[in-house]
């Protein structure tokens, strides 16, 4: 079954600590992994893909086949990072739909 | 330019009633998405169009629930006789394309509350 997991409701650390945000994915082929966020009061937006290999605000993500992880890192949190986070994938078994993990709300403590 | 735009905002129904959701994708975009969220829960596809016509309706929870678009732009999500667990905030996003090859763009969403 096709499936994005995010172990973690809550993630608390302090500004200047490494963040990092963890998803695992169940998938039989070769998936295309997403990370949304949605920071307070604002839309749902992309903030990386594994294709594109860019570091957005500091973030990366890299594509583990063998631990079917695409866990979320940044080496020194900053409190605009606090919001919600999403790990997501599509691939031809999910005819391209988005499969959303439940999210990760993270906060950055002062 | 203007983003993906959805009305109403809020939505309260009595069960039983029939609610209408709109969506306004951004201009160009010939892909549109509906998705559910609910408390706690991550994005629930529900239905997938590529101009007027839906390729993809199987995350539509029951037969309650039905869509359309029309000059490939507006989008229309119906619940007819909502049950309470209808309740959610109800998303569109639009992209240039399908297939994920490109970039989702969310509206505000619809927070529906069925009393």
């Known amino acids: 079954a096709q499936r994005v997991t995010q172990p973690e409701k809550l993630l608390s650390v302090f500004k200047g600590a490494p963040v990092e945000l963890k998803c695992n994915y169940s998938y039989s082929g070769s998936p295309e992994l997403f990370w949304y966020v949605q920071y307070s009061r604002q839309r749902l937006q992309l903030l990386l893909r594994h294709i594109s290999r860019e570091s957005i605000k500091g973030f990366t993500a890299d594509l583990n086949k063998g631990e079917t992880s695409f866990h979320l890192k940044k080496p020194f949190a900053q409190e605009e990072d606090s919001a919600m986070y999403y790990c997501?994938?599509?691939?031809?078994?999910?005819?391209?739909?988005?499969?959303w993990g439940a999210g990760t709300k993270l906060i950055i403590k002062p | 330019g203007a983003g993906v735009s959805q009305s109403p905002s809020n939505k309260v129904t009595e069960k039983g009633k029939d609610v209408e959701l709109r969506c306004d994708p951004i201009s160009g975009h010939t892909a549109l998405y509906w998705y559910r969220q609910s408390l706690g829960q991550g994005l629930e596809f529900l239905i997938y169009?590529?101009?007027?016509?839906?390729?993809?309706k199987s995350g539509l929870p029951s037969d309650r629930f039905s869509a359309e678009r029309t000059g490939g732009s507006v989008s229309t999500l119906t619940i007819q006789r909502t049950q309470q667990e209808d309740s959610a905030v109800y998303l569109c996003?639009?992209?240039?394309?399908?297939?994920?090859?490109?970039?989702?763009?969310f509206g505000p969403g619809t927070r529906l509350t069925v009393t």
């Open positions: 169009f590529q101009g007027n016509s839906a390729p993809d």
């Open positions: 996003a639009s992209s240039l394309g399908g297939m994920n090859l490109y970039e989702q763009y």
């Open positions: 997501a994938l599509s691939g031809m078994d999910s005819n391209y739909q988005l499969i």
